[in-house]
């Protein structure tokens, strides 16, 4: 940092002293009257106060600090006048110079001496005003962020906390407005864009705090007055543009141009012939990669520009086939960049997008064909057995732009001339999705149609919302199949109706008239229900769909099987305590108790009114064993009689036994751990299980489908090839049927502890007294494979067959939510994150909650903890991921609130969509009539918070509000 950048910031005297961070935390206990050294103290990294109050801290506490001097020009010789801050040690160590120390130092002059300085002087009455003029839910996520980062400042007793959260804000905000502001979008979004109106707020509290600034020097020599409110604004600008460029280095134009090193005549020579075949191929990305790797040699120079002209050719024309009227000379200097952009690393960021872009562009071109033997037999020649697929290069052409676009987006991080290519292909990708899901939409909305027999608006809005939900899936990931369709019309609010007879039930119910309509139409891209998947269907519609089924399933096998599942988990979990601690053996699955527990259950499902007391008696217990395990544990150690006698061992018995010293380190190390445990370890721990399984199902799905993929013909292939392909496809689909039925039905509920407790429990129970029986009967067809293999693979599969009661039990309950006899009284809240988020889950922290908020922690995480390009691609990241919640919250929004509207006679459109980390704020407008209006839900103590407000000076419609109200009920059911 210059030193007219450092006399630039007013400050008074300042010293400087840096000391571990058990010592800084033993001086705010001091200073801030916060007892009890076992209490954890926040902000651990520096500390303020003035220097009279520091040198009795000092002295009295036995405190020892190392000066550094040469981090302050402006330091005072007497300690008792101006301020101290006191610097972790460790952050000193880590800066490096002390150039980089005194600019970190800086930084730090901002976050400790305003809000400590407003603590001492007592005059910032406003501070509850500032934080009213700047919003409650903006003061929510201060609050919220400020202690999720660990940065409150202790409170001194007898200050407003007003004044406690706003200091802590304003420092804050004001180090990163001067030194990184790109960032506070990143910390505070919800009060960024208000930038200039905080750093005024802030501005007049300097005034009143300003009696001992220093003057400033004049330009000519001697003082200039304190600076006013306005001058110090200005003067913040200016040392923050000093600062944001400071060890700014030009890179010299054409730089990376160059090859990175000198390669002998015959290793050109090599490289050179690789390139040409590369080109003779038709592989133009790796032809291109390799030229650019010797562009000194002037036949390289001419390849590399063929090669960039051909490339520009077909990106041109699949833009120009698309109805984007690029031009073909932006194609070309978007390319040249790009291979450029690549340098030598033939798997870097910029050269694996180049690939994926020549892949979209040769494969949209290129009809793909499935062959398939074992169709054609069981159709009795009725299907052919080559048959084209339609819809897969263009499906296959948005899969690798995305993938493109994606690794094009971290490469414009260092290379900023990559911004053309990756706009392009941006346009490109959102007119070939659009086209995709054009060409797909009519095939949906006739299977989804035929599954749903409801008539009204409503019944036709959620139909529409099905359709759009199973498009994105396919246009988004590039495949479908059963159970994802079985999902979308079980979530959507126009469910499947009854069988109306025998004769349907034979040709099937509506949801497998969906599955066959979409088989054939949507080859490549839909996979229909394997056959036991279709069967466990038709037997749960006679059990679902039917009055009779019901009755039989609410009265009778509902209450059964669910009091035969609840003694048995209380027999594997209380049963064995008991008998393990105290050896009593208690039998709980005997005639009386599952009888009772089945008319209890009976009793439950079957009367509201029951229900409701029992959740009020759940809730009353939850309340009391909360009281007595948490409120009065924690009352009792707060009360004078406990701390005195707490105060009383510590100074008599402990302190003359362990160093204060030591007792600092014990007690920041417990503190440590329980947080790990208690914050960090137990909900990871509980996302890693319920994501893993979720994850390696869908790893094997996508390996299954890319051998699949590969297996199919492309025009053009020789014929050795396409014969290969064909003999191999029909032992791939036994191999592929076989691999999905044992991972779907057998492994993945077997080792999921959501599906296997105690369903999968209850089902070893059954298997294993017949095992050996199970085993020779399944060993016996499987004879050809020889003895020893029939044996294993028949053990293996007897081992895992109970793994088969926790997928009946999983299918069962997603079937019964298919039909519309089955809606429960109160709809459940609608379905907005791509993940199966409401909006409670994406906006409410908690366990499996709160997406929102975890985004943007891991976005601060990011700014605090790099620099540089490192930083630009970690954030990239992450705001993919921010992205991805914002496309979910707006097709939520126009599928559920925007359709709504345009039935009523009132198009409207999303005009703005704000999220931050504790809010989602909705604004709509229409012309005719004239509405303006904003619908906004939060994240509050109690859970979600919505709320509708239109604009005054507009003229509402009552039937627009009344459409908004009913849009927050389905989102936010209360």
Request: aromatic share 6%; with cysteine; proline share 6%.
């Amino acid at each position: 940092m210059t030193n007219d950048a450092l006399e630039i910031f007013p400050l008074p005297p300042i010293r400087t002293f840096t000391a571990p961070a058990a010592t800084i935390r033993r001086l705010m206990r001091a200073a801030t009257g916060h007892g009890g050294r076992w209490r954890a103290v926040p902000h651990e990294w520096g500390f303020a106060l003035p220097g009279s109050t520091f040198e009795a801290l000092r002295e009295r506490e036995g405190l020892s600090f190392q000066p550094a001097p040469e981090l302050d020009r402006s330091r005072t010789e007497r300690p008792a006048e101006g301020w101290t801050i006191v610097l972790d040690a460790e952050l000193a160590s880590d800066t490096g110079s002390a150039e980089n120390l005194r600019d970190a130092q800086l930084r730090l002059r901002c976050e400790l001496f305003y809000p400590r300085r407003a603590f001492y002087a007592e005059v910032i009455e406003n501070a509850r005003e500032h934080l009213g003029q700047i919003g409650l839910a903006e003061t929510d996520e201060i609050r919220a962020v400020l202690r999720t980062e660990h940065e409150f400042l202790p409170e001194i007793k007898g200050h407003d906390k007003s004044l406690t959260l706003w200091a802590c804000f304003s420092g804050r905000f004001l180090a990163l407005y001067l030194f990184d502001p790109d960032s506070l979008a990143v910390e505070f979004p919800a009060v960024a864009r208000r930038a200039p109106e905080i750093i005024a707020r802030i501005a007049d509290d300097v005034a009143r705090i300003a009696d001992d600034l220093p003057d400033r020097p004049a330009d000519g020599g001697g003082q200039r007055p304190r600076p006013t409110a306005a001058e110090w604004i200005a003067d913040l600008d200016e040392l923050g543009r000093r600062f944001r460029t400071l060890g700014d280095t030009p890179v010299a134009p054409g730089a990376s141009e160059e090859p990175s090193g000198e390669l002998g005549p015959s290793a050109l020579a090599a490289l050179e012939a690789r390139a040409q075949r590369a080109e003779s191929r038709g592989d133009l990305s790796l032809a291109g990669l390799l030229y650019r790797r010797h562009t000194s040699s002037p036949a390289a120079r001419e390849g590399l520009e063929r090669v960039v002209a051909r490339f520009a050719e077909a990106l041109d024309a699949a833009a120009a086939d698309l109805g984007l009227d690029e031009g073909r000379q932006v194609a070309v200097t978007a390319l040249k960049a790009a291979f450029e952009g690549a340098g030598d690393d033939l798997y870097s960021p910029t050269a694996r997008s180049l690939r994926d872009l020549e892949r979209a562009i040769s494969e949209r071109a290129r009809s793909i064909y499935r062959v398939d033997l074992v169709e054609w037999a069981l159709s009795l020649g009725r299907r052919p057995i080559r048959r084209e697929l339609v819809h897969q290069p263009a499906a296959r052409f948005c899969r690798s732009l995305r993938k493109a676009a994606e690794r094009l987006e971290l490469a414009a991080v260092e290379n900023t001339r990559l911004s053309g290519l990756l706009q392009l292909t941006h346009e490109l990708l959102a007119v070939a999705k659009q086209r995709l899901r054009a060409a797909i939409a009519p095939t949906l909305e006739r299977a989804v149609a035929e599954t749903n027999g409801e008539s009204g608006d409503e019944a036709e809005i959620a139909r529409e919302k099905s359709v759009s939900e199973l498009a994105d899936r396919i246009v988004d990931r590039g495949h479908l199949d059963f159970p994802l369709l079985r999902d979308a019309i079980a979530r959507s609010r126009a469910k499947v109706c009854n069988l109306t007879g025998a004769k349907e039930w034979l040709v099937g119910d509506p949801l497998l008239r969906g599955d066959r309509l979409l088989a054939q139409p949507l080859e490549g891209l839909y996979r229909r229900g394997e056959i036991y998947r279709r069967w466990l269907q038709r037997l749960s519609s006679l059990l679902f769909a039917t009055a009779p089924g019901r009755l039989a399933s609410l009265w009778l096998l509902f209450p059964l099987v669910g009091a035969f599942l609840l003694l048995e988990a209380l027999a594997h979990t209380i049963g064995l305590a008991l008998e393990a601690g105290l050896g009593v053996h208690l039998r709980f699955t005997g005639a009386p108790t599952v009888g009772l527990t089945a008319f209890a259950i009976c009793s439950t499902i079957n009367s509201r009114a029951l229900r409701n007391a029992l959740a009020a008696a759940a809730r009353m217990v939850g309340r009391g064993l909360h009281a007595a395990f948490i409120t009065l544990p924690l009352r009792l150690m707060r009360s004078t009689p406990v701390r005195r006698a707490l105060a009383f061992l510590l100074r008599w018995v402990v302190d003359p036994l362990v160093s204060i010293e030591r007792q600092e380190s014990i007690a920041d190390r417990f503190r440590r751990i329980g947080r790990a445990l208690t914050v960090e370890l137990v909900p990871a721990l509980i996302h890693w299980i319920l994501d893993l399984f979720r994850g390696i199902v869908d790893r094997i799905e996508r390996l299954l489908y890319s051998v699949d993929d590969t297996l199919r013909l492309r025009e053009g292939e020789a014929k050795p090839k396409v014969v290969l392909k064909a003999l191999l496809g029909l032992p791939w689909s036994l191999v592929s049927y076989v691999v999905r039925l044992y991972i779907n039905v057998l492994l993945e509920p077997k080792y999921n502890p959501v599906k296997h407790f105690p369903v999968v429990t209850v089902g070893h129970k059954i298997i294993l007294p017949i095992s050996l029986i199970l085993t020779r009967a399944l060993a016996e067809p499987l004879a050809f494979l020889g003895p020893t293999a029939a044996t294993i693979v028949a053990a293996t599969t007897v081992f895992l067959s109970p793994g088969f009661f926790g997928f009946l039990a999983w299918e069962l309950k997603e079937n019964w939510r298919l039909y519309a006899q089955n809606r429960p009284a109160h709809e459940p809240p609608a379905i907005v994150g791509e993940s199966g988020e409401t909006m409670a889950r994406l906006l409410v922290p908690g366990f499996h909650s709160g997406t929102l908020p975890k985004l943007f922690r891991a976005m601060r995480r990011v700014v605090r903890r790099y620099r540089g390009a490192r930083r630009e691609i970690e954030l990239v990241r992450q705001r993919r991921k921010l992205a991805l919640v914002e496309r979910s919250i707006r097709r939520h929004t126009e599928r559920e609130l925007l359709s709504r509207l345009r039935r009523a006679g009132t198009p409207a459109r999303l005009e703005a969509l704000e999220i931050t980390s504790s809010r989602c704020r909705i604004r709509i407008v229409a012309a005719e009539p004239a509405i303006s209006a904003s619908i906004t839900f939060g994240a509050g103590a109690s859970g979600l918070l919505s709320a509708f407000s239109a604009d005054a000076d507009r003229e509402g419609s009552p039937q627009v509000e009344k459409i908004a109200q009913h849009f927050i009920h389905l989102t936010h059911p209360r």
